[in-house]
Nanobody
């Protein structure tokens, strides 16, 4: 079992920045691939970024490349998402997720554990 708790969401103006955190517990964090997803009203949940068991292996959705950075601190059991130059279309609930079974995962069905989500709202 893995428990995940996101924090750091909020309201920000376009062009601003936020850093999301995801605190993990229940399993050796360094052995688990992690990801950030988001879901806007009326839309499907989509990948934002994924990171392998070590932080040298990362994947980003095309719309986030160059603006968002995923990272992990295995000593603190924490996953991060640094979001810069935010746009109104980034508004969504952001979820962190854990995939214990594979080295890195980009699809929702590959993830076994999910946090409760944190709201990010970007005003224009």
């Amino acid at each position: 079992q893995v428990q995940l708790v996101e924090s750091g969401g909020g309201l920000v103006q376009a062009g601003g920045s936020l850093r999301l955190s995801c605190a993990a517990s229940g399993r050796t964090f360094s052995s688990v691939a992690m990801g950030w997803f988001r879901q806007a009203p009326g839309k499907e949940r989509e990948l934002v970024a994924a990171i392998g068991r070590s932080d040298s292996n990362t994947v980003y959705a095309d719309s986030e490349k160059g603006r968002f950075t995923i990272s992990r601190d295995n000593a603190r059991n924490t996953l991060y998402l640094q979001m810069n130059n935010l746009k109104p279309e980034d508004t969504a609930v952001y979820y962190c997720a854990a995939a214990p079974q594979i080295p890195i995962a980009t699809m929702t069905w590959q993830y076994d554990y999910w946090g409760q989500g944190t709201q990010v709202t970007v005003s224009s």
